[in-house]
């Protein structure tokens, strides 16, 4: 599986402003409806992933699991990140579409 093209996607939503990261930023977006797609590290605690798994679907969000905490950071250029919201209906739709090809 190659997640390089979805992680250099983040990447650039990321530089463009339009992803926030952490648990509290990426449930916030998806509850205000500012988030288009929520990506939730593979290496997660299993309380935060069934946190998400149920909001995501409560709000009709689409929610995936991906990478590892390192990976998922690293693409943002920060710490480690168990979560994040990508903000921008384009990048989530080409994310998405990467994503699905799979």
Same mark, same amino acid.
């Given at each position: @599986? &190659?997640?390089?093209?979805?992680?250099?996607?983040?990447?650039?939503? $990321?530089?463009?402003? *339009?992803?926030?990261?952490?648990?509290?930023? $990426?449930? *916030?977006?998806?509850?205000?409806?500012?988030? !288009?797609?929520?990506?939730?590290?593979?290496? +997660?605690?299993?309380? $935060?992933?069934?946190?998400? %798994?149920? @909001?995501?679907? !409560?709000?009709?969000?689409?929610?995936? !699991?991906?990478?590892?905490?390192?990976?998922?950071? /690293?693409? @943002?250029?920060?710490?480690? %990140? +168990?979560?994040?919201?990508?903000?921008?209906? &384009?990048?989530? *739709?080409?994310?998405?579409?990467?994503?699905?090809? /799979?």
């Amino acid at each position: @599986m &190659n997640n390089s093209k979805v992680l250099s996607l983040i990447g650039l939503a $990321t530089k463009a402003g *339009k992803t926030v990261s952490g648990e509290f930023s $990426t449930e *916030k977006s998806v509850k205000s409806g500012k988030g !288009f797609l929520v990506l939730v590290a593979e290496d +997660a605690s299993e309380n $935060t992933k069934k946190k998400f %798994r149920n @909001m995501c679907t !409560f709000y009709e969000v689409p929610l995936y !699991f991906l990478s590892d905490k390192e990976a998922l950071g /690293r693409a @943002m250029g920060k710490e480690f %990140r +168990a979560s994040l919201a990508v903000q921008d209906e &384009n990048f989530a *739709k080409a994310i998405l579409k990467v994503l699905e090809e /799979r």
